[in-house]
């Protein structure tokens, strides 16, 4: 148990299909991260959300959306993705915005997507 | 034995040796560094961290090394298990800013 959930695990979506990865995080923190890790690729960072508020956009394209209903949820919405996109999407969390680079940040396991 | 680099190079190590994971990082401003494991299917896993005061730091079984004049980071683990088996990677960080390495697979052979 990390502390911080994805959901789903997997995920195999068409292009034209809307749907949407799940975070949730039972830590107390306030900071929440979006990640996309490919194959032989450092971790890339998509969109940081602190005390709610979104304060980081890495990028990244408006097929990405994300929501941060408040600091123990983050999801993300997709829609229209290429195959590009297939990648491990990781969510991770830390005290705050702040202290999330300079402590460590708590991830979860992953949602594997496939585009087909 | 001894792996160099950011690329995803892998490190083949007999069970019971100790292995040395070394890294390069880019910002002489970083003050703050980090070893993650990941696991196959899994998300990173903290396992050790530095800070820029420090030159050596001792967990149980890791050591992580610094050298902030060659900005070199190196993670060494003794007496390597099968359940070592993971990609390693280093993450330097501070300022608000963090950057996350390749990573370093690592194979231990039983």
């Known amino acids: 148990e990390t502390g911080v959930t994805q959901t789903p695990r997997h995920l195999v979506m068409g292009m034209t299909n809307k749907k949407s990865l799940k975070c949730e995080q039972h830590l107390g923190h306030n900071a929440m991260y979006w990640y996309k890790q490919s194959a032989k690729k450092p971790l890339e960072l998509m969109f940081v959300?602190?005390?709610?508020?979104?304060?980081e956009n890495n990028s990244v394209p408006s097929r990405f959306s994300p929501e941060c209903p408040n600091s123990s949820h983050l999801f993300l919405h997709l829609h229209t993705l290429q195959p590009e996109d297939s990648a491990l999407y990781l969510c991770a969390s830390s005290q705050d915005k702040l202290t999330g680079s300079n402590q460590p940040q708590h991830f979860g396991d992953g949602t594997r997507l496939s585009i087909l | 034995g001894e792996s160099v680099g950011l690329h995803l190079p892998t490190l083949s190590v007999q069970e019971g040796d100790n292995s040395i994971i070394n890294c390069a990082y880019s910002n002489s401003a970083s003050d703050y560094f980090i070893w993650y494991k990941q696991e196959s299917g899994k998300g990173p896993q903290f396992i050790i961290d530095i800070r820029s005061n420090m030159d050596k730091r001792q967990g149980q079984r890791v050591t992580v090394l610094l050298n902030k004049t060659v900005k070199h980071l190196s993670l060494q683990i003794a007496a390597t298990q099968p359940g070592d088996s993971a990609v390693y990677f280093c993450v330097e960080g501070g300022y608000q800013k963090v950057t996350f390495g390749t990573g370093t697979k690592l194979q231990v052979i039983p």
């Open positions: 959300y602190n005390f709610k508020e979104q304060t």
